[in-house]
């Protein structure tokens, strides 16, 4: 039996592998249309998939561009790119071979909730990937959390009952990628921005 399953994103018109082990955000709280969020509450790890408006900087500099935008939009008291990458078509066969697509592994420092104080502040290894769709002028922005060190005194703390290997984490994000595939390109003349 499969560890992932399939999902429906965006109606349909995005469709990936993620781990059984998440859950839908959205089946409790309220997400932005233009994102998708999944959650595994016991070792507080998310996948995060937006759209977005294409930023106005070279491919080469899409993913730390929208890594160094996670950090400051987590108010990241640190931050630091591990490795910066554009991945291979063979890596994200699903795509249109038009799509350039960019990969970041950074750390930050950060609080959930945004707790205030440095003994509330978790190691999260932040793992970004931008599918960019020129003819469209999109960016898809595809994003792991995967917490390294939970602070004693954070809220993530009494949450989470299970640890998890950062190579896990990395594996489990490059199968979504390479599961990634859009079904349906109309989804991108209609969205708004």
Known sequence: MSQYYEMKLYGGKIECEIPKSFENASTYRNIPDHQEVFVEDDTDQSIIVEILEKVNVPDSESAKFHFEQLAEDNEASSFAI??????PDENVPELPS???C???TGKQMISKFREKGADKENYVLVYV????LHEFHVDIVVSMNHPVIIAPNSSSSRNMTAETDPKTSLATFKHLLHTFRITDLGL?????Y
């Open 82 to 87: 591990l490795s910066d990458d554009p991945i």
């Open 98 to 100: 038009t799509t350039v």
């Open 102 to 104: 960019h990969m970041v």
């Open 129 to 132: 990937a931008v599918l960019r």
């Open 188 to 192: 991108f003349g209609n969205f708004s």
